[in-house]
């Protein structure tokens, strides 16, 4: 389950030095992009760094990286071992979430990193990563409606949550397109702290080189969050903005607008997008790309869809759906390390399309068989365009799969 708070993660931290220096990244969306980049851009002036992002996409311990690649297996669970036992011998009763968190600080330690680049889990002020002592830049992306539960029901709400990572005298990087509204609570959080904003504003950006072409706005946006992070972090770098806004662009993040192929296991030649987005603001983000890209000669769109339990999937489904589209629905399986996260029925995604008002020219029913669903997919679109969609543990069971 989810249990927001400091307490237990300080306990299990409490003598685990942090030498390294943190970026911390919160917000609703794009938090992972930006830690790539950052990553990317950080190894690219040699400096070592530890990454922490969440939630992982194939095992557990692909969340944790040190430099370019993830921890092995056998690294992860001895210090995993370690922070549970002593969980266990302190009888704190920490949820997985923060025991995944002190299990990367552990090892960013024991690696000897100079900078951990750390995503927030959820919200930020309450989340176990806040237990970081040694941030040297705080960073918050896009802010959207989502998590609404913990967070609260309004984007200035959540934006509070979000700014709860500002310390003082602890420089903030801001996604500028925000709403005025939730620039203005991240702005009075940071002075009522003593803390420093810079917004990263694409206007006042000059990308050249044909590299903004290249890049979806979003993907700008981050790229550019990162970007002035990085040379708060790290203002020694010999690197220009261009040389680095470059090595951004080419860093990967599996399961955001990823062009994938499944021959192997429907046959289909042609490849397939694949995108984790689960919430509004993502599912607008994935429609302006496929709406350029993929909707042309005005083809149906074939869609492979799930969701989590308790999200809002009639306003994605709004957003992402037009009339003669064709929807296969299915339901995730189980998530290791996260026994809380459970599929929306794909009865329940059928029913919001049909309440929703929208007439989709074929629907499928594959409930927990994804390769039926991905066959079903295939075979309804008739080469035409197919999207895989709705939620990042369906992105980790597609990926999963290819892997076989």
């Known amino acids: 389950m989810i249990e927001l708070g400091l307490a237990r993660i300080t306990a299990l931290l409490r003598n685990t030095p942090q030498t390294w220096k943190?970026?911390?990244?919160?917000?609703?969306?794009?938090?992972?992009s930006i830690c790539a980049y950052l990553n990317a851009m950080l190894r690219a002036s040699r400096v070592s760094c530890g990454r922490f992002t969440s939630p992982h996409l194939i095992h557990r311990w692909d969340c944790i990286t040190i430099n370019d690649d993830a921890v092995s297996e056998t690294k992860f669970r001895h210090f995993e071992e370690l922070v549970k036992?002593?969980?266990?011998?302190?009888?704190?009763?920490?949820s997985e979430f923060e025991l995944l968190a002190a299990t990367a600080f552990e090892i960013f330690e024991a690696e000897k990193v100079e900078f951990?680049?750390?995503?927030?889990?959820?919200?930020?002020?309450?989340d176990a990563t806040n237990a970081l002592k040694h941030k040297t830049v705080a960073?918050?992306?896009k802010i959207g409606l989502d998590h609404q539960s913990f967070l609260g029901n309004t984007l200035e709400e959540i934006a509070l949550q979000k700014a709860g990572i500002i310390r003082p005298k602890v420089p903030c990087?801001?996604?500028?397109?925000?709403?005025?509204?939730?620039?203005?609570?991240?702005?009075?959080?940071?002075?009522?702290?003593?803390?420093?904003?810079?917004?990263?504003?694409?206007?006042?950006a000059d990308f050249g080189g044909g590299l903004g072409e290249q890049l979806e706005p979003h993907q700008q946006q981050n790229l550019l969050c990162a970007y002035e992070a990085f040379h708060l972090a790290y203002p020694e770098h010999a690197m220009s903005m261009h040389e680095l806004l470059s090595?951004?662009?080419?860093?990967?993040?599996?399961?955001?607008?990823?062009?994938?192929s499944i021959k192997e296991v429907t046959g289909r030649a042609e490849l397939v997008l694949l995108d984790g987005a689960h919430n509004p603001q993502s599912a607008d983000v994935l429609s302006a790309f496929v709406e350029k890209r993929l909707r042309l000669l005005n083809r149906p769109i074939t869609w492979v869809l799930a969701a989590s339990a308790g999200k809002d999937i009639s306003e994605i489904l709004k957003v992402l759906l037009r009339d003669g589209d064709k929807v296969a629905a299915v339901e995730f399986g189980p998530v290791d390390g996260m026994p809380w996260v459970k599929p929306m029925s794909s009865a329940t995604i059928l029913d919001s399309i049909e309440n929703i008002g929208i007439t989709v020219s074929a629907r499928h029913d594959a409930q927990?068989?994804?390769i039926e669903a991905l066959d079903w997919a295939s075979k309804t679109s008739c080469d035409g365009p197919l999207v895989i969609a709705g939620s990042l543990y369906l992105v980790s069971d597609i990926l999963k799969l290819l892997r076989v």
């Open 368 to 370: 927990t068989n994804v």
């Open 22 to 32: 943190a970026i911390h990244v919160a917000g609703t969306n794009g938090k992972g």
């Open 247 to 260: 090595v951004g662009a080419r860093a990967t993040w599996p399961g955001r607008l990823q062009t994938i």
């Open 85 to 94: 036992r002593r969980n266990d011998e302190q009888r704190l009763g920490a």
């Open 173 to 204: 990087v801001v996604d500028a397109s925000n709403t005025p509204s939730v620039l203005d609570v991240i702005r009075e959080q940071a002075e009522a702290v003593g803390a420093s904003i810079k917004h990263a504003d694409l206007e006042s």
């Open 139 to 141: 960073v918050i992306s």
């Open 116 to 126: 951990g680049v750390i995503e927030v889990g959820l919200g930020g002020r309450l």
